[in-house]
């Protein structure tokens, strides 16, 4: 019988390499290099400060590496910035949720398909022609994620207004209204409550497969890892100290020393 | 409110999309309409189109276009006054030196100077924000009304900088007397506002609200920051920049570039304030409540000494204006900072709700 791993990852779409990125005299990475296979769950896991968040914001071009080369879906990029990794289809959420607090659940989702729409803003202050037709394909669109995710209660409402563990799945269905072929989420489960991890865990996997997403995610809590993914890799002080299936990476003797402690 | 959408259930998108999704608002708006085109005109005397009316309505424009920008885009400025001194320049100098030029071209040209202005001013935007970028707004005021005093093409070499706005006609039609500028003024500023609030609610509004609220989200769904913000000031200014022009032409009738200093621009921000900022509507409440403010004042101010028998100081009248703007803003910003808009808003829930408390 094949492992979950093996029906699901096809080719390697991103390839990170010998990445170092260094803040002043901090060195937040230092020579990390792993790949992505497309459709798998790939993990990131490591104790507070290992670099984990800084390695999300260097795959989505918030931050620059000094060293290293990645290359996605066979092609190197070099300074790329956010605008265009979101063009090229890699969507994230945030650790601190980084909604639109001023905007409806609706609204916000919609932003996450600026991207699709085209009309200059002059179609769109006479709201004729392509900038309604837009407006009405992409509303269908969010409204398919809506149900996807079952926040259609909320739709109208002000993000503000929402508990954490809802914005947080706002905030998840924002990420995939982009149509993202690769998603980056930091600690989705983070400060949930066991019922709601179950259901983000539901969501992440389903999303997994039903819309063939590679899923790249940060997360502390390794029962949910364990579940989850398909391979890991583990941080450490910006050191990639480990690399593998979750039951490798488990009995690895570097990540227990990395996660307990070890007597020097 | 004395009505609520109960039984209005919607079956298409398209429905849930309009403006005004309930039918009790569309009607509100259109019978808004009606009596401000045909009613207003009929029964308002001279004094209250020229003095109350008109003004109401520029203000009401240049407080949408800064609420496109500090309300919607969160970029303060404080170059508001700027922008409308250079549509009114502009749109004179577009009528004086273009032979048979269209007054509403003039109008609009004078927008797209305001607004190629704005831009240039919004620069610094990308790299600084909040209290920062308001100083840098700052200097487009001064800058602006420098230039214009100091060169005085702007103002054809009249000696004293002033320069009286042009007649304005259209296909032979003049608009001279206080009811025909009023309604041009209504109809530029109905046309505008429709315009406004279409933006606000597609992506381009999103967009701005996106930069607003979360920068570094936004730029990572895909919105380009700066383009953003400079689309929002070149709005914002286009804004400003006509009613800049209608500030001239349908109100005053001659202006200098002293007259566009940052008293008006602070007066026009305190609009945005008290009416709401990120709301259309809020800029309407907010220039009719400083406009009417110190009407209202200075009737009742005589009333109040012969009911109570008092004499007041004279100028206590004026400074009472000043009095309790101050308080009004410090109560805006302390209790509601969503302003007029919002509190109609909190009672419409409120009143949704009751006698019920949730």
């Known amino acids: 019988m094949m492992t979950a791993a093996e029906r699901r990852s096809g080719d390697v779409i991103l390839k990170l390499e010998n990445i170092s990125l260094a803040f002043g005299g901090v060195k937040a990475l230092s020579d990390i290099t792993f790949d992505v296979r497309e459709h798998e769950v790939r993990a990131i896991i490591g104790p507070n400060g290992a670099g984990k968040s800084s390695m999300l914001n260097v795959i989505n071009g918030v931050y620059h590496p000094q060293q290293g080369t990645i290359t996605f879906h066979g092609k190197v990029r070099h300074g790329m910035n956010p605008h265009d990794a979101a063009a090229h289809g890699i969507a994230r959420t945030f650790q601190n949720i980084a909604l639109f607090k001023g905007m409806t659940v609706l609204d916000n989702i919609m932003t996450g398909r600026n991207l699709k729409m085209k009309a200059s803003f002059v179609e769109q202050a006479i709201w004729i022609g392509r900038a309604r037709r837009e407006e009405l394909e992409q509303r269908a669109k969010v409204e398919e994620i809506i149900d996807f995710l079952e926040i259609q209660h909320i739709r109208k409402t002000p993000v503000g207004r929402l508990p954490y563990g809802l914005q947080k799945r706002v905030e998840l269905a924002r990420a995939l209204a982009a149509e993202p072929s690769m998603l980056l989420l930091d600690e989705p489960m983070a400060g949930m409550s066991v019922e709601e991890k179950q259901d983000m865990c539901r969501f992440v996997l389903d999303v997994n497969e039903q819309y063939g997403t590679t899923i790249v995610l940060i997360e502390h809590d390794m029962g949910v890892v364990m579940d989850i993914s398909d391979r890991v890799v583990v941080l450490d002080y910006g050191r990639k100290i480990a690399d593998g299936r979750p039951d490798e990476v488990r009995g690895d003797q570097a990540v227990i020393d990395a996660y307990l402690g070890v007597a020097h | ?358």
């Open chain 2, 1 to 358: 409110m004395l009505y609520r959408e109960a039984g209005q259930f919607k079956t298409s998108y398209a429905a849930d999309q309009q403006v005004f999704p309930i039918r009790q608002d569309r009607i509100g708006v259109a019978a808004a309409l009606v009596v401000a085109f045909l009613v207003v005109p009929l029964v308002a005397n001279q004094y209250w189109l020229s003095a109350i009316l008109t003004p109401f309505l520029i203000f009401a424009l240049a407080t949408i276009g800064l609420n496109i920008l500090t309300g919607y885009a969160g970029q303060l400025s404080l170059g508001t006054a700027a922008f409308m001194a250079v549509g009114a320049f502009a749109a004179y100098n577009f009528v004086l030196r273009v032979p048979d030029m269209p007054i509403l071209l003039a109008f609009a040209l004078a927008g797209v100077s305001a607004a190629l202005i704005g831009i240039v001013f919004g620069l610094p935007s990308l790299r600084i924000k909040g209290f920062y970028l308001a100083v840098a707004t700052l200097a487009a005021q001064f800058f602006v009304v420098w230039a214009l005093t100091h060169f005085p093409w702007f103002s054809n070499y009249s000696t004293s900088g002033v320069i009286s706005a042009q007649k304005m006609e259209i296909l032979g039609f003049a608009f001279d007397t206080p009811v025909r500028k009023y309604l041009l003024a209504l109809s530029i500023v109905a046309v505008l506002a429709i315009a406004a609030k279409n933006m606000v609610r597609s992506s381009v509004g999103r967009a701005w609200m996106a930069v607003r609220d979360m920068d570094v989200a936004a730029a990572v769904i895909g919105i380009r920051p700066l383009p953003t913000k400079l689309l929002a000031f070149a709005i914002s200014s286009f804004y400003c920049g006509v009613a800049g022009a209608l500030y001239a032409f349908a109100y005053l009738g001659t202006v200098e570039p002293e007259g566009f200093n940052l008293d008006l621009s602070f007066r026009i921000l305190f609009m945005v304030i008290i009416g709401g900022v990120g709301s259309i509507l809020g800029s309407f409440l907010g220039a009719a409540f400083i406009v009417l403010l110190p009407i209202f004042l200075n009737t009742m101010a005589p009333l109040l000494e012969h009911r109570l028998g008092l004499q007041l100081p004279a100028g206590l009248t004026s400074n009472l204006e000043l009095i309790v703007f101050g308080s009004l803003i410090i109560f805006f910003l302390a209790v509601e900072p969503h302003g007029l808009a919002r509190l109609w808003q909190i009672g419409k829930e409120k009143l949704r709700l009751w006698p019920f408390p949730h």
